[in-house]
Structure formats: structure tokens, C-alpha cells
């Protein structure tokens, strides 16, 4: 499957997927951050160890239904390391869907989405008119009563980065869930985002356009992100 290389769905899944390692070991102090790439054969490869998919279809595989037969020799060459990548994987998918947990469900599903919005920011059409139109700037993402805070920036020539914890500037616009279980809603797409500041489920202060425009690329991203439904 070298078609799939490099496109819109593999850049986002692949980012998806590392920002949520990142939380989970921040938050956990377990497992270990993942990089995913492709090699030049078109096997999707997992780092650090040895996690190894033979194509895009049978990593999607693994994904959507839990199990796909990965390469053996690469686990075989770094075990340790490969059995960390499995364990991180399985704890984060098994705490995005975890309802006894909100705090780091939403935590993971906004990390995941707007890591994903990175790529649809830079690949999707629709995407790069809605975002492109607005001058560099921090958007910071944060859950009333909860010590949670998620951030997007848009940088010079089209540049773009997210994370968690305290943005790299000042955010220029803001937007604050009223709590855990309106946050939950936008992560899982349930939450609509026009009646929810009239209802006084979000608030959205400083450029509002701004934040606009960032929430329709992570709302998009986010329902296509297949691990995560």
C-alpha cells in the first residue's frame, strides 16, 4: 500500500497516535512516547523497539479491531523495548473509551484531536481555507474546575504544533468547557457547537475567530480519527 503513504488519513492517524502517548506517559508516568512513520517499503513502523505492520491496511487492522499479525523479527531483535510500545498502546486506547475516568479520557481526546488537526491544518483542503485565513496565534483549551489545559498555535508560513500544559505564548483566544462531561461530548462529536456557548456549555473569549476556526479543524480531525471511535 505505498499509495496511502504520506496522505492525509496516514499523517493524521500517525500524529493522532503519538500525542496520545505523550499524555498518557505524562499523565501515568507509564509506558513510553511512540514515533510512527512508514519505511521506504510502505511497512508502518513504530519506534522506539519494534513494532512492525507489513502495510497500512493491516496497522488499520490492528487499530479498528484490536489485533493484526505484526512483523516477528523486528520484536524479536528488541523485545523489551517492543513489549512498552504494545503495553502504552493498550493502556491509552483502553482509557479513551473509559466512562469511570473522564479526566484523562478528555485529556486524550482533545491531545489526540488536535495532534490529528496538525495534519488536516497542512493536508486538507477545506481545512487550509478555514485556518489560513488566520494570522499566527495560540489557542488554549481548558475544562472549568479541572487542572486540564490543551493547547493549538499557529505559527509563521503555515506552520503548526499542540500540546498540553502551558502554551509556548500567551493564547490568543481561549475556550473553556464548562466541565468534564460537556468535554467529553465535544471529544466523543456530541457536542453542538453553536448552541453550546447560548447555553453556557463553552466560553469563548479573546479572537473568536480565531478559535473558531481552530475548533472546525480539530472537530474535523477528531471524527475521522479511526482508533478513537
Known amino acids: ?93 483502553a482509557a479513551l473509551v473509559d466512562s469511570e475516568n473522564l479526566k484523562t479520557r478528555v485529556a486524550l481526546g482533545l491531545r489526540g484531536g488536535l495532534g490529528a488537526a496538525e495534519s488536516y491544518a497542512k493536508l486538507d483542503s477545506n481545512c487550509i481555507d478555514a485556518i489560513g485565513r488566520e494570522r499566527p496565534g495560540t489557542v488554549s483549551f481548558t475544562v472549568g474546575g479541572e487542572d486540564l489545559s490543551m493547547w493549538f498555535r499557529i505559527e509563521p508560513e503555515a506552520g503548526y504544533s499542540s500540546g498540553s500544559g502551558e502554551p509556548p505564548e500567551i493564547p490568543a483566544a481561549r475556550v473553556c468547557f464548562r466541565d468534564l462531561e460537556v468535554a467529553c ?37 477528531a471524527r475521522n480519527l479511526v482508533f478513537a471511535r
Request: some cysteine; aromatic content about 8%.
Open 185 to 221: 461530548r465535544a471529544v466523543d462529536g456530541k457536542l453542538d457547537s453553536l448552541a453550546a456557548p447560548a447555553l453556557g456549555e463553552v466560553e469563548v473569549t479573546g479572537r473568536i475567530p480565531l478559535a473558531e476556526s481552530v475548533g472546525y479543524v480539530a472537530d474535523i480531525a
Open 1 to 93: 500500500m505505498n499509495d496511502i503513504k504520506d496522505t492525509l488519513v496516514s499523517a493524521a492517524t500517525f500524529r493522532a497516535l503519538e500525542a496520545c502517548s505523550e499524555e498518557w506517559v505524562k499523565r501515568s508516568g507509564k509506558g513510553t512516547p511512540l514515533k510512527v512513520n512508514f519505511s521506504d517499503s510502505g511497512e508502518v513502523r513504530f519506534s522506539p523497539g519494534g513494532l512492525c505492520f507489513a502495510d497500512y491496511l493491516v496497522f488499520l487492522r490492528a487499530l479498528t479491531h484490536g489485533f493484526a499479525m505484526p512483523r516477528i523479527a523486528p520484536m524479536l531483535i528488541r523485545p523489551l523495548q517492543t513489549f512498552r510500545v504494545i503495553c502504552t498502546l493498550r493502556a491509552f486506547a
